[in-house]
């Protein structure tokens, strides 16, 4: 199946931690950009949730995911909007209930994205309990349990060691049932997708190292479970006609990093988390590696790119950019739309040439 393709919403500002950093990310312009990359042809738009501002510090302003998500829903056409929750934040039935609700403003429009946090001073800020990491994903795959009962039982019986629940009622249900994702590299964060989740979400990496972690977590899904699975990517594209004009334009990234903030997000990553064991203040100039995915170059590199991330299992490529709408319809128009005419599907406005 050809790869799909999705954005970000930026709800912390710009995506990059630089010290002339966007600190004022405004509702309106995300749906903006969502009715447009709806327009371009992407398959997804990515509404991070974060109570403090995960990017440029917890003084910074941060809009909630569900809201935006809800406007992204209500503006666009074809866009499936997948929206991260942190279990401990909101109860269980409580997601349920609003990703159903969102469902049913465009069948087919809402995903999950389940994540188990890592930032502890969030976690306590609004209210929730830091708890070791495997703990953490314990109480994400019953939060997930919930959900999914909600979504598709007619009661729900369940009794675990965070969440119950006694004939719990939803209605209505989402028809279909949203895809879930599952963000994380640890193992119990495959086992979690394997059993069940429809994507696994990864960080930025080499290729190899990417085949390595696709392979391992479909076939979990495959042998263990007897479910596909898939994989989605987190990328950060700049796309120029050159790929020395690409390069040059990180390098000024690089130039314009801000190396307090950097500095203070290395300090709090929590160490259990797998990909915060790998990154360089180089790689965390972008909070997901994303830099690390190799979608730097001119058209032609980056789909090289792109076919060898395939070859290595991955299914989805969300794509960040900065400035977030005009760089997003650079990389559709000559990333994607040369990308689906390749493998000769419709490429509609993604493929279209710029005025």
Same mark, same amino acid.
């Given at each position: 199946m050809p790869l799909q393709f999705g954005s970000w919403a930026p709800v912390c500002g710009g995506w990059l931690r630089t010290r002339d950093?966007?600190?004022?990310?405004?509702?309106?312009?995300?749906?903006?950009?969502?009715?447009?990359?709806?327009?371009?042809?992407?398959?997804? $738009?990515?509404?991070?949730?974060?109570?403090?501002?995960?990017l440029h510090g917890p003084r910074a302003p941060v809009l909630d995911a569900w809201v935006v998500s809800a406007?992204?829903?209500?503006?666009?056409?074809?866009?499936?909007?997948?929206?991260?929750?942190?279990?401990?934040?909101?109860?269980?039935?409580?997601?349920?209930?609003?990703?159903?609700?969102l469902a049913q403003l465009r069948p087919g429009a809402f995903g999950l994205s389940l994540l188990a946090g890592w930032w502890r001073l969030e976690?306590?800020?609004?209210?929730?309990?830091?708890?070791?990491?495997?703990?953490?994903?314990?109480?994400?795959?019953?939060?997930?349990?919930?959900?999914?009962? $909600?979504?598709? $039982?007619?009661? $729900?019986?369940?009794a675990g060691k965070y969440y119950g629940a006694t004939r719990a009622l939803l209605e209505p249900k989402p028809d279909p049932l949203p895809p879930v994702f599952i963000a994380g590299e640890s193992e119990r964060a495959i086992e979690l997708a394997a059993r069940s989740g429809d994507y696994l979400f990864i960080n930025g990496g080499e290729p190899a190292h990417i085949a390595?972690?696709?392979?391992?977590?479909?076939?979990?899904?495959?042998?263990?479970?007897?479910?596909?699975?898939r994989v989605a990517l987190s990328a950060f594209g700049v796309v120029r006609k050159t790929?020395?004009?690409?390069?040059?334009?990180?390098?000024?990234?690089?130039?314009?990093?801000?190396?307090?903030?950097i500095a203070y997000f290395r300090q709090h990553m929590d160490g259990a988390v797998v990909a915060h064991?790998?990154?360089?203040?180089?790689?965390?100039?972008?909070?997901?590696?994303?830099?690390?995915?190799?979608?730097?170059?001119?058209?032609?590199?980056i789909l090289t790119r792109l076919a060898a991330l395939e070859a290595a299992g991955v299914d989805a490529v969300m794509v960040k950019t900065?400035?977030?709408?005009?760089?997003?319809?650079?990389?559709?128009?000559?990333?994607?739309?040369?990308?689906?005419a390749q493998h000769g599907l419709t490429t509609g406005a993604a493929g279209e040439e710029p005025a």
């Open positions: 950093a966007d600190l004022k990310p405004q509702p309106g312009r995300l749906v903006h950009l969502a009715r447009e990359v709806d327009a371009l042809g992407y398959d997804f $738009l990515y509404v991070p949730e974060h109570y403090l501002n995960a406007a992204c829903v209500a503006a666009t056409e074809r866009l499936r909007v997948i929206t991260a929750v942190q279990p401990g934040f909101k109860a269980p039935g409580v997601v349920a209930k609003m990703g159903a609700t976690v306590e800020n609004y209210g929730d309990v830091w708890l070791p990491h495997a703990e953490r994903y314990a109480r994400a795959a019953e939060y997930l349990d919930v959900i999914h009962g $909600l979504w598709t $039982l007619p009661e $729900l019986d369940y390595q972690l696709t392979r391992r977590a479909k076939r979990l899904a495959s042998e263990r479970y007897g479910r596909t699975l790929s020395d004009d690409a390069r040059r334009v990180v390098a000024e990234f690089h130039e314009r990093a801000n190396h307090e903030t064991n790998r990154p360089s203040e180089s790689s965390t100039l972008e909070a997901n590696l994303g830099l690390d995915a190799g979608l730097v170059g001119d058209s032609a590199t900065e400035p977030a709408l005009d760089e997003a319809t650079r990389f559709a128009r000559e990333v994607i739309g040369p990308y689906r």
